[in-house]
């Protein structure tokens, strides 16, 4: 334990030593390389970049009818909830896709703004990797999305942030109403074609009426016991004309009400697809915004990139430790330089 004690501290003070008999050369190292580090990593030799950020909850539903026109409170979606892991993951991909890049790129003219030339080699694939790496989107530890865009203008920096959110309900309702207006045209043929049958079997009951069936059931009672009572006064003339009207009743009353009956479930199945053709004409042709926003871009006032005093500080660390090791080399082998002038010389 004491010989170890020992051994650090000779270490200790020959480190100290080390420093202290080459302070003037570190120091010297040191201030050349915060000079040197600053000077290059100012506006001068590095533009500097602005950052603007927006911060934006996914919603739960995405479709207006199940929202607020569903009477399933189970099935039911609230539409002032936020969504959770799936809508997230569902935003940040959407966000990612070559439809809000190429809006926002030609919107703004990207690839003139970064001076890219048209018709210069690999054009795009520069334009589209020059993007990628000042527009960022990432999920917050609070399962919100971060929309984050570096630019040497910070005016354009917070009206891209801005512009890709808004662009996010337009993407996103597009992409649904692909699918919900074809869903919507398949509702309405067959709300259409249900609509014309029922309208085809009123007109048949239309008909049978004229030809006297009104209500099947209770005019064959009433024929049947006025008939009784015409008999039993022996009136023939009376006998006659209701066996002429039972005689129409028996020929129209079965065809009376079969399609009466088939009309009452056919009216009960068209008003159930008229409330899915309600729903879906809603779905494809109103729009719901998709999204909360938490906090809009803004014009920043402060450059984000490059941070001027992480690379004063690395830069002379990492000058300080190189002086160090080509010092200690040197001093442990004297005839170090004269090799090395050889070998080069």
């Not at 005689?247 to 088939?262: M, N």
């Amino acid at each position: 334990m004491l010989n170890n004690s020992t051994n650090s501290y000779t270490d200790s003070f020959k480190v100290a030593f080390f420093l202290y008999k080459w302070r003037k050369t570190l120091i010297i190292l040191g201030v050349a390389a915060a000079v040197l580090s600053a000077v290059f990593s100012s506006s001068l030799f590095i533009t500097p970049l602005y950052k603007s950020t927006v911060v934006m909850y996914p919603t739960s539903s995405n479709s207006i009818s199940k929202s607020l026109l569903n009477e399933n409170a189970i099935a039911k979606q609230d539409i002032l909830e936020f969504g959770e892991d799936q809508q997230t993951e569902q935003m940040l991909q959407i966000l990612g896709s070559n439809r809000i890049r190429d809006k926002v790129i030609s919107k703004f003219k990207l690839g003139a703004h970064y001076g890219i030339k048209p018709g210069s080699k690999y054009e795009q694939t520069r334009l589209y990797n020059r993007f990628e790496s000042q527009v960022s989107f990432k999920r917050t530890e609070y399962m919100a999305v971060k929309i984050s865009v570096l630019d040497k203008d910070p005016q354009m920096a917070a009206d891209i942030a801005n512009e890709i959110a808004a662009l996010l309900d337009s993407v996103k309702n597009d992409m649904q109403k692909e699918r919900a207006i074809q869903g919507f045209r398949i509702v309405e043929a067959e709300y259409l074609s249900m609509q014309q049958h029922v309208k085809e079997m009123e007109d048949s009951l239309t008909q049978l009426r004229k030809l006297g069936v009104h209500d099947y059931e209770s005019q064959a009672e009433m024929m049947n016991q006025q008939l009784a009572m015409e008999i039993a006064k022996g009136n023939t003339r009376g006998i006659n004309a209701l066996e002429q009207k039972l005689e129409t009743l028996a020929t129209y009353g079965g065809p009376y009400v079969s399609i009466r009956d088939a009309l009452e479930h056919e009216k009960k199945q068209l008003s159930y697809i008229k409330a899915r053709y309600d729903e879906a004409k809603i779905d494809a042709y109103q729009d719901i915004p998709q999204k909360f926003i938490v906090e809009n871009a803004y014009k920043s006032e402060r450059k984000a990139y490059p941070i001027m005093w992480i690379i004063v500080i690395l830069s002379v660390i990492g000058t300080l430790l190189a002086g160090m090791l080509l010092i200690f080399v040197v001093e442990r082998s004297p005839d170090f330089l004269q090799k090395l002038k050889q070998t080069y010389s």
